[in-house]
């Protein structure tokens, strides 16, 4: 599944809730973690592909020499809410699948407890999550809140970034995946 590239309207969106009877929901699951392992991504949200909806996936397991709590976390989370958030926030380098070639250091809290749906509709409510997948549910969280982890910069940064968010909003990179860019002009 494509891509799509930042300054797309449907990553500003918030993302809807569905219910267990949404169509083709576990085909599009397959497809993200699909299209998550051909971009050699360790997240995808819905509105990633082109879905406003609370949908996203991950795999932190390559993060696993980094924190011992990535080791076989390959989770689906539905309809996430966000409870609370504790600790000290932490910075730590990230990048996206819609914001290619772009890597920068975000600030995030150390443990999250989020109340979610997984593929076979078993609720959990207020689990904990902490350390590197906590951060990573927060970047896809963002994703169905209508925020891309740009967005969380200071503005100095942000200002510093706009030529190169530009070039991607305007098809001006090539990530090795396909992408669906908000302004690429068609080749003539």
Same mark, same amino acid.
């Given at each position: 599944?494509?891509?799509? /590239? ?19 929901? /576990? ?32 795999? /932190? ?44 250091? *975000?600030?995030?809290?150390? *443990? ?77």
């Amino acid at each position: 599944m494509p891509i799509v /590239a930042y300054g797309h309207p449907t990553l500003k969106k918030k993302g809807e809730d569905i219910d267990k009877n949404f169509p083709g929901l /576990a085909e599009l699951i397959d497809d993200m973690f699909d299209s998550m392992y051909h971009s050699n991504g360790v997240g995808l949200a819905a509105p990633q592909i082109n879905k406003s909806i609370r949908l996203f996936v991950i795999d /932190a397991s390559p993060y696993e020499e980094h924190d011992p709590l990535c080791k076989d976390f390959k989770r689906v989370f539905i309809n996430a809410r966000i409870v609370r958030q504790e600790g000290e926030p932490w910075e730590f380098e990230e990048g996206c699948l819609s914001v290619p070639g772009i890597n920068e250091y *975000v600030k995030r809290e150390p *443990v999250i407890y989020m109340s979610s749906y997984d593929s076979e509709w078993n609720y959990h409510k207020e689990e904990r999550f902490e350390g590197m997948p906590a951060r990573i549910i927060q970047h896809e969280y963002d994703h169905i809140e209508g925020i891309v982890f740009v967005e969380r910069l200071p503005q100095l940064r942000k200002m510093l970034l706009k030529r190169k968010l530009n070039d991607i909003t305007n098809g001006k990179v090539d990530p090795g995946y396909k992408m669906i860019f908000p302004r690429k002009r068609p080749k003539k």
